[in-house]
């Protein structure tokens, strides 16, 4: 199999997203390799005997992704036997004309802490945290969005990204069996309607989902999960609460869909 | 201010990483418009206009950066004022040559459900959840890696990051005030020794978080945080824990950094 290597001396993950989206437009198979930190001559020494190594194990040759700036660890990686695709390289100089003022770059920082940005996130975290499935109902004037909907309808992945990507203080509560009778927004949802976003899943994954957590049980049955699904989802339609199905979406997609339709912005940059 | 776009079908992740690399290069500012979800003729015209406005507004030609693969769409933001940078235009033909295959441009899903992946992130953060700060000392045997440090020194929000991003199940434990006295590796952590990873942190910097939790307490003073990252470190060094300052990283850093110590591997592609 060919070898794909996602370079940096940073974290790697701009070469891994950039990588990974050219790769993921071909149907074929690649062997991954992320090195990040590669911040020393000696390392890329190393690196690049690695990406050689490869090339004689595989007898292809290797795709290199990387994002260096420093010319002398960008010399020697570019002195491999893999192919290079360097995006800084094609985009710099259009940019520096378009700009008309000359690129400054230092060791590759896009993923490093960035003043404003770094507490909001580890503040969002903690709020995520603390407003967790129901665990408190009395902080939601602090929340910049609630996330309401049965259980395992992916409300706590959800909220956790949101708050370490965008910087976005997500709670979430759910709506359990108990309260499926005759369901009502509870008083302190109401009081903060604005806030609210439903997630929503079809009925066949979600019990999928908790049958792999409580296998044969009534939480798990095809005939609960029914049920919950379609008393949230006339919830939503009644109380105008706009929702989303995340059955076939990432938390990434969940999260930017979020943040789309509730216009929020991210506290980070 | 001129406006910099980062415009995609699917959640704009790979756009923003792209053009956020770029622009990091440059002393400058901008104004960020991510706009994800334009996956129909009407929302890119309507996009469009949005770009043709900013000019307007600013008199400064808009910056777009984008990823579509759907060529009715690209050509019409590729109409506006704005000017283009899409790198897959750029390095597709380079590929599609040394692989010897065509791509096969689908809308473009680079950070969408991948059948194996999803399943292990979030069962990694229902992991990381039910095994932060001490929480759960029981089920170490499942953790591929167990952070432990004082208080506020990053081992929840990396937890997090390390699941929600590499699906990597991390469980963290928390060294306290009791602990301190003569302190030593609990049986539980000392059965998982191969498994665990030290965090610590510049003690300034931790009374400055402490201090923002619990004002003028004992926990947040200058000699508790300098005798308690004086203890751990001790213990990292006598048990010889590999271990991280993480004064000046980000979570992404931090987690990468994780990564490459302890020769994880990702379990997402």
Redesign the interface.
Do not use: C, W
């Given at each position: 199999m060919?070898a794909a290597f996602y370079i940096s001396d940073?974290?790697?993950?701009?070469s891994e997203?950039?990588g990974?989206?050219?790769?993921?437009?071909?149907?074929?198979q690649f062997e991954?390799f992320?090195?990040?930190?590669v911040e020393t001559l000696e390392k890329a020494s190393e690196v690049r005997e690695k990406i050689n190594r490869e090339f004689k194990r595989s007898g292809e040759?290797p795709?290199v992704f990387h994002?260096f700036?420093n010319p002398d660890i960008r010399e020697i990686i570019d002195g491999c036997d893999g192919?290079i695709?360097n995006?800084?390289e094609?985009?710099?100089t259009?940019?520096e004309n378009?700009?008309g003022?000359k690129?400054?770059?230092?060791a590759?920082?896009?993923?490093?802490?960035?003043e404003n940005s770094?507490d909001n996130?580890?503040e969002a975290?903690?709020y995520a945290?603390a407003n967790?499935d129901g665990s408190n109902i009395s902080d939601y004037e602090h929340a910049d969005v609630i996330l309401v909907g049965v259980s395992r309808s992916g409300k706590?992945?959800s909220s956790?990204?949101l708050a370490?990507q965008y910087g976005i203080k997500a709670a979430n509560y759910p709506f359990t069996d108990d309260d499926m009778d005759e369901l009502k927004l509870p008083v302190f949802l109401k009081n903060h309607k604005k806030k609210l976003f439903g997630l929503t899943i079809d009925p066949l994954r979600l019990t999928n989902i908790r049958d792999g957590r409580m296998s044969n049980s009534k939480y798990a049955s095809s005939r609960q999960c029914r049920m919950e699904v379609r008393e949230v989802e006339k919830l939503y339609k009644q109380e105008k609460i706009p929702f989303l199905n995340t059955t076939?979406?990432?938390?990434?997609?969940i999260?930017?869909?979020i943040?789309?339709e509730t216009g929020l912005h991210?506290h980070k940059?």
């Open positions: 060919r940073g974290t790697a993950i701009t997203v950039f990974h989206a050219l790769l993921s437009l071909f149907p074929t991954h992320t090195i990040p930190f040759t795709l994002t700036v192919v695709y995006f800084l094609h985009f710099v259009p940019l378009q700009l003022i690129a400054k770059p230092k590759h920082r896009t993923h490093s802490i960035h770094y996130r580890i975290v903690n945290l967790d706590t992945p956790l990204y370490l076939n979406f990432s938390v990434e997609e999260s930017a869909k943040m789309l991210r940059y």
